[in-house]
Each structure stands twice: as structure tokens, then as C-alpha cells.
């Protein structure tokens, strides 16, 4: 079945500890993204990536890096200078611009 | 500055009844729009969209009405089912732009 593959499904994260998140589609799609949920708020944009070895910044990209050396791979880290890590994380493709998006089924990460 | 607001955090209705959840919108260039449900601890799944050209776009038991004008629409679910208890979020785009907006979403609670 297509679809986009997040892992792990529950991260913690030490203090001052990167941490990266998986995100993996076969959806042939061009491209991809990620965004962070937190309670009672909607899903704010972190990062996005149009085509292979390319990627811009979202509305809150501070703390966060990517890579998209694949087109079927899209990992987060999330560095030690995000200090508010705890959220849940989506990952999303779609085929281009101006179309809906598909979303992975989501990684929740905590700070211990 | 967030573009897109879903003013009402939550909504409680009875099976059978219809559901109506808003949505407004800032940003003049916004000519997409799209509604996504989610459930918790999953990613949200695409429900329907409807382009600035038009003023209704209808799938099923749900439709949805686009208010230029006023910069606001709604979805409506008729009639409403205990499967439709979900977070509801309204999102919108610009041509040509990979980037959605979100709003904070809204509860749909169904009674029965």
C-alpha cells in the first residue's frame, strides 16, 4: 500500500540530546513536509522540501534541521536548541504545489 | 499572525443532526481551501477542498460553502455520525505555493 511511514511512533529526548525523526513515503510524490502539532493549537510548518536536495524554512524553524538527499526520505532533527521539543510531529507529501497534502501517522516526542 | 482561525473549539451534536464548523481567513491570496478531520494519535486525512472559483463543493454528507466576501467558510455534515467525533481542521493555500495554513481545529463531538 502507498502511503508515508513516520518512526518511531513515541521519542524522548534528553537534555541537550539531537534526536532525528524518520519520515519515509512511496508515494512517488515530489514533495514533502513536516509540521508540529501542540495542544489545543493548529499544525504549524517547520520545514518543506519541493525536490530532492532542496528544502526552505516554515513558519517556525528554529531548533529544527532536515535533509532530502532521496525523494522518498525526508528525516527531522531535532537539535538541543529547540527548547520546547515536546509536541507532535507530522509528516506530509504531496505532488506538488497547490495539492492536498498526505499524512504520516505521526511521532509524539517528550523531554525527559 | 495566524491566517487561518477556527474561532469554535469545540462542538457537540446529536447523531442524525447536522454539523456546521467555520472557518475565516485573513490573507486575500488565499484561493484554496481544504478541510482535514483527525483523530487523536493519527495524522488528519483530507475530507474536501474547494477552489476560489467556486461557492460550494459538495462530497457525500459533506459540503462545503466559500464565502469570498466575507472571507469564511464552513463544512457542513449531514447527517452527522458517531464516526465523525474528530478534530476537524480548515487549511488554506495560495496558487502556485506549497505552504497550507492551518487553523487551531475544532472538536466534533456526536451524541447519540
Known amino acids: 500500500d502507498g502511503g508515508i511511514t513516520q518512526s518511531p511512533k513515541y521519542l524522548f529526548r534528553k537534555e541537550g540530546q539531537n534526536v532525528t525523526l524518520s519520515c519515509e513515503q512511496n508515494?512517488?510524490?515530489?514533495?514533502m513536509y513536516w509540521y508540529r502539532q501542540d495542544p489545543g493549537q493548529g499544525l504549524r510548518l517547520i520545514y518543506y522540501?519541493?525536490?530532492?536536495?532542496?528544502?526552505q524554512k516554515g513558519d517556525i524553524a528554529e531548533g529544527y534541521s532536515v535533509s532530502r538527499e532521496k525523494k522518498e526520505s525526508f528525516p527531522l532533527t531535532v537539535t538541543s536548541a529547540q527548547k520546547n521539543p515536546t509536541a507532535f510531529y507530522l509528516c506530509?507529501?504531496?505532488?506538488?504545489?497547490?495539492?492536498?497534502?498526505?499524512f504520516g501517522s505521526g511521532t509524539q516526542l517528550s523531554v525527559l | 499572525d495566524q491566517q487561518v482561525k477556527q474561532n469554535s473549539p469545540s462542538l457537540s451534536v446529536q447523531e442524525g443532526r447536522i454539523s456546521i464548523l467555520n472557518c475565516d481567513y485573513t490573507n486575500s491570496m488565499f484561493d484554496y481551501f481544504l478541510w482535514y478531520k483527525k483523530y487523536p494519535a493519527e495524522g488528519p486525512t483530507f475530507l474536501i477542498s474547494?477552489?476560489?472559483?467556486?461557492d460550494k463543493n459538495e462530497d457525500g454528507r459533506f459540503t462545503v460553502f466559500l464565502n469570498k466576501s466575507a472571507k469564511h467558510l464552513s463544512l457542513h455534515i449531514v447527517p452527522s455520525q458517531p464516526g465523525d467525533s474528530a478534530v476537524y481542521f480548515c487549511?488554506?493555500?495560495?496558487?502556485?505555493?506549497?505552504?497550507?495554513?492551518f487553523g487551531a481545529g475544532t472538536t466534533v463531538t456526536v451524541r447519540a
Open positions: 487549511a488554506a493555500s495560495s496558487s502556485n505555493d506549497y505552504k497550507l495554513s
Open positions: 508515494l512517488n510524490h515530489d514533495a
Open positions: 522540501s519541493q525536490i530532492v536536495n532542496d528544502f
Open positions: 506530509a507529501s504531496s505532488i506538488g504545489a497547490y495539492e492536498k497534502l498526505f
Open positions: 474547494i477552489s476560489s472559483i467556486k
